[in-house]
């Protein structure tokens, strides 16, 4: 699976993206808010290795599709499938150096276009630990809206975390389109 966007490919995780991959998940700041630790040199591989088998969304198995920036590995995008019907979770990683740049912005807006339009997906859900403000500014801009809040909810890192509950319908995502210019 390959999907093009005006400046990125997203496409399944093959073995020369190792070293940019261990490159966004070896940082202590990156990993700050996920639910695992920072990768080291010991558990990199093996990791690394269930990227690569995640190749296919189907029911009992998760996509996971690398951001690809001028032959770099910029960025993890992730998604499955809830218990509920026709619905998927995302997930998502950047390299900390290419923060800034709308690329999470313009990976995730084509990605959720084509879980709506080609996988006939009916809503997305994202959930955030609530004090990631980028997490949180990202998903607003996709056009989501806040669906929970809850606290103290995830023991997660020695601590109580709350989450934030975010999601989009595909009748929102149709409302959030640009209608085409008419010509005059």
């Known amino acids: ?12 995780f093959q073995e020369k993206d ?25 558990t990199a591989e093996d990791l690394f290795n269930v990227k ?8 009992d198995q998760m996509l996971n599709l690398a951001v690809v920036f001028q032959n770099k590995i910029i960025g993890d995008l992730y998604v499955w499938y809830t218990d509920m019907r026709e619905t998927v979770e995302l997930g998502y990683s950047f ?17 959720i276009h ?4 080609e996988l006939d997906i009916h809503r997305i859900q994202v959930n955030i630990d609530s004090r990631n403000q980028a997490s949180k500014k990202l998903c607003e801009r996709l ?7 809850f606290i103290e909810d ?11 509950i975010f999601g989009m319908l595909y009748s929102d995502f149709l409302n959030s389109i640009e209608p085409p210019k008419r010509r005059t």
């Open 114 to 117: 084509v879980l709506f339009e």
């Open 52 to 59: 690569i088998s995640n190749s296919q969304l189907k029911r």
């Open 143 to 149: 056009g989501m809206r806040i669906e929970g809040n």
């Open 1 to 12: 699976m390959i999907i093009e966007t005006k400046r990125l490919s997203l496409r399944t």
């Open 95 to 111: 390299n900390r150096a290419v923060s800034g740049n709308g690329f999470a912005t313009e990976a995730l807006q084509k990605l």
């Open 154 to 164: 995830y023991w997660n890192k020695g601590e109580w975390t709350n989450s934030l």
């Open 18 to 42: 190792f070293a940019d991959t261990f490159a966004i998940y070896k940082d202590n700041e990156t990993c700050r808010y996920l639910l695992h630790d920072p990768w080291t040199s010991e």
